[in-house]
């Protein structure tokens, strides 16, 4: 168990819906990083968030967005959903002070199937 | 951009036998960290070794070892008696230290062990 929690853990939505992930940090992690892995894409980094501010943005696309809440816990928000957005989604954390070296933590991930 | 590349979709050892897993990577920067993640079949991903590019002494944990060659821009992973909890995708991943936090992974390599 890393300490890091995200719900749910399974989703199944239509095409052109909207959903909410919801992820939780390690206790005194800052930082939250969300993923997408695809059969399409592999893994690959889509946004980090550092103590409620956006620091780095990956190949997400505009029709998702993310934010990161005072009590440090984050959401991601996938809408007008394609069959493509289908994949494991995972959010890790980690304490995120640069530039020492953070380990990145990740959730159990969050399977969205959209039919 | 960085990328990383893992030329070995599958591979498969005996059990309590040796197998290496290879991945190249391609950097300008002189300063960066590489890793091997671990996801078994339950999809959590877990760090399994870290090495960081000034250090030239090959990280070591347990049953698993690298060989790094910065040079040439490799970066395998060894695994020594092999168990059948070894059994899952290793993915290859680089990171900066300073800037953008984001892991960038390799397209994985499937390890299948034989009883």
């Known amino acids: 168990d890393s300490g890091v929690t995200q719900t749910p853990k399974h989703l199944i939505t239509a095409t052109g819906q909207r959903v909410t992930l919801r992820c939780s940090p390690r206790s005194g992690d800052l930082s939250v990083y969300w993923y997408q892995q695809s059969l399409d894409q592999g893994l690959q980094f889509l946004i980090q968030?550092?103590?409620?501010?956006?620091?780095a943005k990956g190949n997400i696309l505009e029709r998702f967005s993310a934010q990161q809440f005072p009590d440090l816990h984050s959401e991601l928000n996938l809408s007008s959903l394609e069959l493509g957005d289908s994949a494991l989604y995972f959010c890790?954390?980690?304490?995120?002070?640069?530039?020492?070296?953070?380990?990145?933590?990740f959730g159990p991930g969050t399977r969205l199937t959209v039919l | 951009a960085q990328t990383v590349t893992q030329s070995q979709p599958e591979m498969s050892v005996q059990e309590a036998e040796t197998v290496t897993l290879s991945c190249t990577y391609d950097t300008s920067e002189s300063d960066y960290y590489l890793f091997w993640y671990k996801q078994p079949p339950s999809r959590q991903m877990i760090l399994v070794i870290r090495q960081e590019a000034y250090k030239q002494q090959n990280a070591t944990e347990n049953r698993f070892s690298v060989n790094f060659q910065k040079a040439a821009k490799s970066f395998s992973l060894k695994i020594s008696d092999s168990q059948l909890g070894d059994a899952a995708m290793y993915f290859c991943a680089y990171r900066t230290p300073f800037g953008n936090e984001k892991l960038t992974f390799g397209t994985g390599t499937r390890l299948t062990i034989i009883p």
């Open positions: 968030y550092y103590n409620g501010e956006e620091r």
């Open positions: 890790a954390s980690s304490v995120g002070d640069l530039p020492s070296y953070n380990e990145q933590f």
